[in-house]
C-alpha cells in the first residue's frame, strides 16, 4: 500500500503532493513500483495535528481519486475518519475505507454497510491531538486485540461481510517504543486470536528515532522502516502500508528469496 498524503501538515509527506499532478505521478509511480494499491488521505493524522473539515478533506481527496483511476487500473483507499469522505471517495472510484478511528464516527458503520467496501479498523488510544501525551495500557497486546476484536463485531452486526474487514494494530497511535514493539512482534496473535486480513504500517515512524536518534528526520527512517516491515511480514501481515515502495519491494524480494533458498 503506497501512501499519498495530500496535506500540508502530515509528519512525512506534508506539503509535498499539494500539486494534484506532483501526486498523480507519484502515485502512478509506486505502483510501477509494485504498489498493489494507493492509500490516499486529506487529513493528517500526526500527533499533534488540528482537524480538517469535511469541505478541505473533500477538496483535496476527491480530484485525486478520479484523475488517478483514470490513468491507472490499481484499486485506491481513503483514508479518512469522515463517513460523507468515505461515500464521496468510493463514489469517485476508491474500494477501501482505512479508518484510523475504525467506523467510530456516527454513522460510519452504516455507511461501510452500504458502500460494501474493504474496511481497515486501526486502534488509536485517544486522538491526533493528544495520542502520545503519556499513553498507557493494562497489556497493550490484549488490549488492541480486544478494541479490534470488538470494532470488527461491531461492523459485522451492522452488515459488513467478514471477508471484507482488516485490522491494524495502530503502530505510532497513542503508543510508546515499547508498545510498537511488542504489537509488531504480536502480529501473529492478532492473525490467530481475530481470523482477519492484517494491514501494519511503521513506516517513517517517530519511535524509529527513539532507537536511532540521529533518524531526526522521517526521511532518514528508512532502514528502520524496512527492517519493521520485514518482521510484521514473517509474521504474517497481510499488508504493509509504506511511504517507500520500491525500496521495501526490493527488501521483501530478497528476503522472500532468502527464505525459499534460491540461489
Not at 495535528?49 to 473533500?58: D, G, I, N, T
Request: with cysteine.
Amino acid at each position: 500500500m503506497g501512501i499519498v498524503n495530500i496535506t500540508p501538515d502530515s509528519f512525512s509527506d506534508g506539503g509535498r503532493f499539494v500539486d494534484m499532478k506532483a501526486a498523480v505521478d507519484t502515485a502512478l509511480q509506486m505502483v510501477e513500483d509494485g504498489a498493489d494499491l494507493i492509500d490516499v488521505g486529506g487529513e493528517s493524522t500526526r500527533p499533534g495535528a488540528p482537524p480538517v473539515s469535511e469541505a478541505k478533506e473533500l477538496d483535496r481527496v476527491v480530484p485525486f481519486i478520479e484523475a488517478f483511476s483514470a490513468a491507472s487500473p490499481a484499486p485506491v483507499s481513503i483514508d479518512t475518519m469522515k463517513p460523507a469522505v468515505a461515500r464521496a471517495a468510493c463514489a469517485a472510484g476508491a474500494c477501501m475505507w482505512n479508518d484510523v478511528n475504525a467506523l467510530r464516527a456516527d454513522g460510519a458503520l452504516d455507511v461501510a454497510a452500504d458502500l460494501g467496501c474493504d474496511v481497515v479498523l486501526m486502534h488509536m488510544q485517544g486522538e491526533p491531538r493528544t495520542m502520545q501525551a503519556n499513553p498507557k495500557y493494562d497489556d497493550v497486546v490484549a488490549d488492541v486485540i480486544a478494541f479490534v476484536r470488538a470494532r470488527a463485531h461491531a461492523a459485522m452486526m451492522s452488515g459488513i461481510a467478514a471477508e471484507k474487514i482488516w485490522i491494524d494494530p495502530g503502530i505510532g497511535f497513542g503508543k510508546t517504543l515499547a508498545h510498537n514493539l511488542a504489537l509488531t512482534d504480536a502480529v501473529g496473535a492478532f492473525k490467530e486470536e481475530t481470523g482477519f486480513k492484517l494491514l501494519y504500517g511503521a513506516s517513517r515512524k517517530s519511535f524509529i528515532a527513539r532507537i536511532d536518534p540521529a533518524a531526526k528526520d522521517a526521511g532518514e527512517r528508512l532502514g528502520g522502516s524496512i527492517a519493521m516491515a520485514i518482521r510484521a511480514a514473517s509474521l504474517g501481515a497481510d499488508m504493509l502500508r509504506v511511504h517507500d515502495v520500491r525500496e521495501t519491494v526490493q527488501a521483501m524480494r530478497v528476503w522472500r528469496a532468502m527464505e525459499r533458498g534460491e540461489s
